[in-house]
T-cell receptor, first 114, second 112 residues
Framework: DSGVTQTPKHLITATGQRVTLRCSPRSGDLSVYWYQQSLDQGLQFLIQYYNGEERAKGNILERFSAQQFPDLHSELNLSSLELGDSALYFC?????????????FGPGTRLTVL | AQSVTQLGSHVSVSEGALVLLRCNYSSSVPPYLFWYVQYPNQGLQLLLKYTSAATLVKGINGFEAEFKKSETSFHLTKPSAHMSDAAEYFCAVSERDDKIIFGKGTRLHILP
């Protein structure tokens, strides 16, 4: 158990819909990362937040957005969903900002878009 | 921009044999390098990392990796494979900015 929690574990929805994925980092971790894992694209870095502020962006679509709240939990919002958005979405956390710090991954949310 | 290439999407080794998973990176500055492991239905877990100290890095579960700047490689090895090593392994690179780039992964199969 990494100490990172993600809800829900599974999500099935239809094209065009909007969903919210939730992540609670390990106690004391200020940095939260979001990743998308699919068979064809592999593991793609989406976005990073540190202590409530956006710090880095990766291959995140404009239809996707995220935020980190004062209690440090984070939400990833996916809108106008397409079939290709079906994937595993991971959240990870680390103590500080620097990327040499170990990232602790949650168990993931499996999103299926029908 | 940094990038990572993992050679071989699937590698099979016999139990007790040497494990060698290959990773080559591209980076414009001295990088940080990582190996993560993903067991079925789980998130990723850090095996080891290189942060410009010793070039031979020892990790958990008997794995180690050697940073070779001249070859831009960071291959992962383990002298003797166990059945429990069956998993997917990801090499990753960071150029000390806020991004970390993962390779496409290598699935390790252990043959009895």
């Amino acid at each position: 158990d990494s100490g990172v929690t993600q809800t829900p574990k599974h999500l099935i929805t239809a094209t065009g819909q909007r969903v919210t994925l939730r992540c609670s980092p390990r106690s004391g971790d200020l940095s939260v990362y979001w990743y998308q894992q699919s068979l064809d694209q592999g593991l793609q870095f989406l976005i990073q937040y540190y202590n409530g502020e956006e710090r880095a962006k990766g291959n995140i679509l404009e239809r996707f957005s995220a935020q980190q709240f004062p209690d440090l939990h984070s939400e990833l919002n996916l809108s106008s969903l397409e079939l290709g958005d079906s994937a595993l979405y991971f959240c990870a956390s680390s103590v500080e900002l620097a990327t040499y710090n170990e990232q602790f991954f949650g168990p993931g949310t499996r999103l299926t878009v029908l | 921009a940094q990038s990572v290439t993992q050679l071989g999407s699937h590698v099979s080794v016999s139990e007790g044999a040497l494990v060698l998973l290959r990773c080559n990176y591209s980076s414009s500055v001295p990088p940080y390098l990582f190996w993560y492991v993903q067991y079925p239905n789980q998130g990723l877990q850090l095996l080891l990392k290189y942060t410009s100290a010793a070039t031979l890095v020892k990790g958990i579960n008997g794995f180690e990796a050697e940073f070779k700047k001249s070859e831009t490689s960071f291959h992962l090895t383990k002298p003797s494979a166990h059945m429990s090593d069956a998993a997917e392994y990801f090499c990753a690179v960071s150029e000390r900015d806020d991004k970390i780039i993962f390779g496409k992964g290598t699935r390790l199969h252990i043959l009895p």
